[in-house]
Structures are given as C-alpha cells and as structure tokens.
C-alpha cells in the first residue's frame, strides 16, 4: 500500500492536465488575436499624421484661410467698403448681409460658417451657420475674432 | 516520500510550450500588422492640393501670373513642384503626378493628362490613381469673387496595388 502511494501519480496528473486545458485556451485566445491583427491591418488608415487624424476630402484649412481673406477684402454691394471696414465700424448687420450673400452665391459648391465673435464679452454678434463641418481658421480684428469654417 | 521529479519535468515542458505559442503569437502579430501596405495617396494629393492654393492666391486674390499665363510658365516652375517620383527609374516618373488649376474658363495644367478620368472610374476603386479636389472662392483682379477648382492626381499604382 505504501509502494501504491509512493508510486501513485493521481494528484500530478491532475495538475499536468490543468495546464493541458490552459494550454488549449491560451491557443484559441492566440488565434483570435491574430485573427483580429488580420483585420485591423486591413483596414489600417492613415490616422495621426496631423495629430487629430486627417482623411481624404477633409480641408486642412488652407483653402478656408484664403477663403477668410477673401470675404474680408471684398466689397459690400450696399456701400462699397470692405467688410473689414466695417467689422471695424461696428457695422455687423451690414456684415451679416453682404457675407450671406457671398455664402449663398456659393453654397452649391462650398458650405462655410461665418461668425464675428466679441472677445471680451464672448457673445457672437455675426453667427451665419450653414451646416459646413470642416476645420475652423480665424483672426483677430481688434477685439473681434472673425472666423471661417467650411466643407465641400 | 513520494517522488515529484516527474511532476517538475511535467510542468516545466509545458511552460515551455506556452511561451513558444506567445512568442510565436507575439512576433507572427507584429508582422501582419506592419507589413499591410498603407496608402496614403489620398493624404499627399490633399496637400498637393494645398501646395498649389498657397501658389496661386494671396490675401485670398488671385496672383496675377496666372491671369497673364502663356505656354513659356509652367506650374512646376511657378509653383516650385517637382512632379517626377524618383523610385521610378524609367521615363514613368514623371507620369505618376497631375494637377490643374480651374477658373474663368481658364485652365492649367501639369503632369500627366492621362491620370484625371481615371480619378472616379466607376468600374473599380482598385488599382486607380487616387484624386482630390478642392473648391474655394478668391477675388479677381476685379475684386470680384470668383470660383477656383484645384485637382491633383496621384497614380503609383505598382507600389498600392490592391490584389
């Protein structure tokens, strides 16, 4: 009976047969991680070039920065003067008009957004929002910042 | 005294095995991940897009060397581009890269010709130079505002084949 315990191998080939069980699940859980590595490397895309990820089509504010310029230097139909002048002058309806205009003659092509934002009280005295959902360029203009956000 | 030679031996060979199988696994991810090919046409032809909008306006008009265009400019000149793609080492470096510029009915243009009808090919999106456009509005010389399209093309098909 003693020669039975000593030579008896019950309990070690329940431990070797705990890890044979171990071994089969760390197998199934490795082929699903290269299963889902097959599938990610697949679909990799090209994210964090500019820190915030950039996709094709999105503008990357390029084309909004000249397009802000542009509305600035123009004219407005009414009274002639720069809509930069008149930011300056307070004039914001007249702003909101002739910016409208030039948003609207284009909006078949290009949807921007368009706001004069008063920086020391924080209130927008110029939003025009045309659902345009691009990156955001602005300047300041004493104390307003004016800015552009537009989509293609 | 019972013996636990045997059972040490057990365990250990299976030790063994598991980190064989998380090497094996570890190393096999790796390279499945980074030898994927990744295509980023899409990126470069977006800046080459912007390249060519800071060469062709400033303060939001329109520079004045494209209203007085002739066949003596070119955009790679003017622009300072260099469309040839040296990992090409025949003449098909130079034919991987197309820009143009539109408006007014005007239009220039650089690289090759061939590239831009085949940006929105309908049949397949494997295989094709892959295309971007980009619209803005500048002031003319008459402080009008006007349309302006930008396309680019970019063709390196061989090294983005899609099998």
Request: proline share 1%; glycine share 6%; with cysteine.
């Amino acid at each position: 009976m003693l020669l039975n315990r000593i030579n008896s191998k019950k309990a070690q080939t329940a431990e070797a047969m705990t890890w044979v069980v171990a071994t089969i699940i760390i197998l199934i859980f490795t082929f699903l991680f290269l299963f889902v590595v097959s599938i990610m490397s697949k679909s990799k895309v090209e994210l964090s070039f500019f820190g915030s990820g950039f996709f094709e089509g999105e503008d990357a504010g390029v084309a909004s920065q000249q397009m802000l310029f542009a509305i600035l230097n123009s004219k407005s139909n009414s009274n002639e003067k720069e809509i930069k002048a008149l930011i300056e002058e307070a004039q914001y309806e007249e702003v909101r008009q002739s910016v409208e205009e030039i948003l609207g003659k284009f909006k078949e092509e290009i949807k921007c957004n368009f706001f004069v934002k008063d920086l020391n009280r924080g209130g927008y005295l110029v939003n025009i929002n045309n659902g345009a959902d691009g990156e955001r360029v602005s300047l300041n203009i004493g104390q307003m910042e004016v800015g552009l956000e537009c989509s293609q | 005294m019972i013996s636990k030679k045997g059972d040490e031996r057990l365990l250990s060979f299976y030790w063994i095995v598991i980190f064989v199988i998380v090497t094996i696994a570890v190393v096999s991810a790796v390279v499945i991940f980074s030898s994927a090919p990744l295509d980023i046409r899409g990126i470069e032809a977006s800046l080459l897009s912007d390249s060519l909008i800071n060469c062709v306006s400033e303060n939001g008009r329109i520079k004045e060397v494209f209203y007085s265009w002739d066949n003596t400019k070119s955009l790679e000149q003017v622009c300072n581009l260099y469309l040839k793609d040296m990992a090409y080492l025949d003449e098909s470096a130079t034919n991987q890269y197309f820009v143009a510029v539109r408006f007014e009915g005007r239009e220039i243009k650089a690289g090759n010709d061939l590239l831009e009808p085949m940006c929105n090919a309908a049949e397949s999106e494997k295989n094709i130079p892959k295309c971007n456009e980009k619209k803005l509005f500048l002031l003319d010389k008459e402080g009008k505002l006007i349309l302006i399209k930008i396309t680019s093309a970019i063709r390196k098909i061989e090294k983005n084949a899609v099998e």
